[in-house]
């Protein structure tokens, strides 16, 4: 495999003898080909490598917090961001206030949002905008 944090081909070494990272750390490379892949990708897109587990994957969804009560956070306070600010997400946050106040299609936004942490489709990724 490859180290997660500099792409150098590690074999089967638990540890990384180019960066000393722990192999699996980091998240710059794909550990099965090598790829550089974005910080937040889930999976690799040049060969379909999932990098982390299901349920860890399930929790970084919402950075932790509980799909009931984001959810909530989105349809009832969703226009002022007030999910995204809770789950590490300013950017989204400021997008929604402004969109609110600009044409008050921010809690629009929102419920799409609520939709998609429902159904399980909501990304977290506090270098996002819209999603
Ligand atoms: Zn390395
Ligand atoms: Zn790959």
Same mark, same amino acid.
């Not at 590690?10 to 892949?37: F, W």
């Given at each position: 495999?490859?180290?997660? #944090? @500099?792409?150098?081909?590690?074999?089967? !070494?638990?540890?990384?003898?180019? @960066?000393? %990272? /722990? +192999?699996?750390?980091?998240?710059?490379?794909? $550990?099965?080909?090598?790829?550089?892949?974005? +910080?937040?990708?889930? !999976?690799? $897109?040049?060969?379909? %490598?999932?990098?982390?587990?299901?349920?860890?994957?399930? +929790?970084?969804? /919402? #950075? =932790?917090?509980?799909? &009931?009560?984001? +959810?909530?956070?989105?349809?009832?306070?969703? =226009?002022?961001?007030?999910?995204?600010?809770?789950?590490?997400? $300013?950017?989204?946050?400021? /997008?929604?206030?402004?969109? %609110?106040?600009?044409?008050?299609?921010?809690?629009?936004?929102?419920?799409?949002?609520?939709?998609?942490?429902?159904?399980?489709?909501?990304?977290? #990724? $506090?270098? =996002?905008? &819209?999603?």
């Amino acid at each position: 495999m490859y180290c997660r #944090n @500099c792409g150098e081909n590690i074999g089967l !070494k638990h540890e990384c003898s180019n @960066c000393h %990272t /722990l +192999a699996g750390d980091g998240n710059q490379y794909c $550990p099965h080909c090598g790829s550089k892949v974005s +910080a937040w990708a889930s !999976k690799c $897109p040049h060969c379909n %490598t999932s990098f982390i587990a299901e349920e860890v994957l399930e +929790a970084r969804e /919402l #950075n =932790g917090h509980s799909k &009931l009560g984001m +959810a909530l956070l989105a349809f009832f306070l969703g =226009g002022w961001g007030i999910h995204c600010f809770v789950m590490g997400e $300013p950017k989204k946050g400021m /997008l929604r206030i402004i969109l %609110t106040l600009a044409c008050g299609i921010g809690s629009i936004v929102a419920l799409i949002d609520m939709v998609l942490i429902i159904i399980g489709r909501y990304e977290y #990724n $506090p270098e =996002g905008y &819209l999603w």
